[in-house]
């Protein structure tokens, strides 16, 4: 059995023998260095090469969101953030996800140690994670390049095969027939003078028809600038006049300055933030739901999206409690569309996109007056989470009168599999997942991939996109 290294980074001694024994309680890992600052951090890594790093995010000298990205430009090992809960903390941690962290794990509370063994167990669960990712970008990286030999191997045998054709199948051209020459008889007689006065004859109409020639070309106007003729003029276009102020003013009404510009770039003005999600009625809907390298995904999706988009957008991102608030505000910062953490009885309206707070279930309702509204609810976890993207995508199943639009990210387990499944079968065909190039962890799209319920199988960049044009 393969034991990984693993460096520990945090500014406290207790603290780092907490998350080492943590970690050395799994017989797969083994703490090979520990690092008390980001800068000693930057060093050991590059020292001891583990294969995956736990930092802590706030640290003297150095914290750990610029260690971080320092590291993240030496080499790819996947580092698991530890984040305290105030609020610098997990703004931060947000950060250091969209910077390449591989995914975060609250600081365990030192007083109960029923929480030291839940934040150990989700320790060990991140860092197995992080490694079976590692092997299968590296399986997937040797089955491409093996794919790639095998058809270049092809290519090189078909290319022998076609320099070789034209030897085998050569043949000799065949000789050609020569008839024997016969014999020149020299004209007598008549036949002479004919023969000698019709070359004669032909030499005297060649220099008649070059005289011609010669005669018509000296008639020909001499000047290359000559006025054109009275018919070439005819089909030339009238100018048309300048209209007077006057008569402008019963013409076409000017345009405003903005929309000149509009028509001139072919672009619709965007609506400023301030006025998206204000609108009336709508009769489509967008649900998301990710995980384990969510928010980056969610970053690169969201700033894609207009502010006009006719739908709200519901996301599920599986994260503890305090951090969907940071997560709302980070994402609300860079998309078009207003992003908010979700609140019991909020009204939907489109151009905004709601996220569920941590250890809440989101489901969407319809009140009496037609208006779709959020409920958040504590039941029990769904395929371990709460919030649970199967729970969101199992409240749409009622509302057939709805365009739904489902999409899962990357994400480990399979949590919104099963009930994209069931509304597939329900005739929602608008069905996207994230593809296993620009998955941090191909799983919950695979899961729904696996279930024949995805329509449209992407890399990530290409998700806004196709989602835009399927909900415009």
Known sequence: ??????????????????????????????????????????????????????????????????????????????VIMLSGINEQGMKETIMALEAGAFDFIRKPSISHDQDIAQVGKALVERMRAAMNEIKRKADREASLQKRKEIQDDVLRQSQRVQRGTPTQVHREPAQKRIDPVQPVTRPTGEQ????????????????????????????????????????????????????????????????????????????????????????GAFNKIVAIGCSTGGPRALKTLLEELPADLPAPVIIVQHMPPNFTRSLAQRLNTFSPLHVVEAEDGMVLKKGSAYIAPGG?????????????????????????????????????????????????????????????????????????????????????????????????????????????????
């Open 192 to 279: 002479s003078e004919r023969f000698q006065s019709q070359p004669l004859k032909r030499n005297a109409s060649l220099g008649d028809q070059k005289k011609e020639r010669s005669d018509k070309k000296a008639e020909a106007p001499k000047s290359p600038n000559r006025l054109p003729d009275v018919r070439e003029a005819k089909t030339l276009k009238p100018i048309k006049p300048v209209p007077s102020p006057k008569e402008s003013r019963n013409s076409e009404p000017l345009r405003s300055a903005v929309d000149q510009v509009a028509a001139a770039s072919n672009r619709p003005i965007p609506i400023p933030k301030a006025v998206a999600g204000t609108e």
């Open 1 to 78: 059995m393969a034991v990984y290294q693993v460096l520990v980074v945090d500014d406290s001694a207790f603290m780092r023998k907490i998350v080492t024994d943590l970690i050395e309680a799994d017989p797969e890992f083994k703490v090979a260095a520990t690092a008390s600052t980001g800068k000693e951090a930057i060093q050991k890594a590059v020292d001891v090469k583990p294969d995956v790093i736990t930092m802590d995010v706030e640290m003297p000298e150095m914290n750990g969101l610029d260690a971080l990205k320092s590291i993240m430009q030496q080499s790819s090992v996947p």
């Open 360 to 472: 809440y279930h989101i489901i969407v309702s319809k009140t009496a007056d037609g208006k779709y509204i959020l409920k958040l609810t504590e039941e029990h976890p769904v395929n371990g989470h709460r919030p649970s993207v199967d729970t969101m995508f199992e409240s749409l199943l009622p509302f057939t009168s709805l365009q739904r639009h489902l999409v899962l990210l990357t994400g480990m387990g399979s949590d919104g599999a099963r009930m994209m499944k069931k509304l597939y079968e329900a005739g929602v065909t608008s069905t996207f997942a994230e593809n296993e190039e620009t998955c941090v962890v191909y799983g919950m799209p695979r899961s729904a991939a696996e279930l024949q319920c995805v329509r449209h199988l992407l890399p990530l960049q290409e998700i806004a996109t196709k989602l835009v044009q399927a909900v415009k």
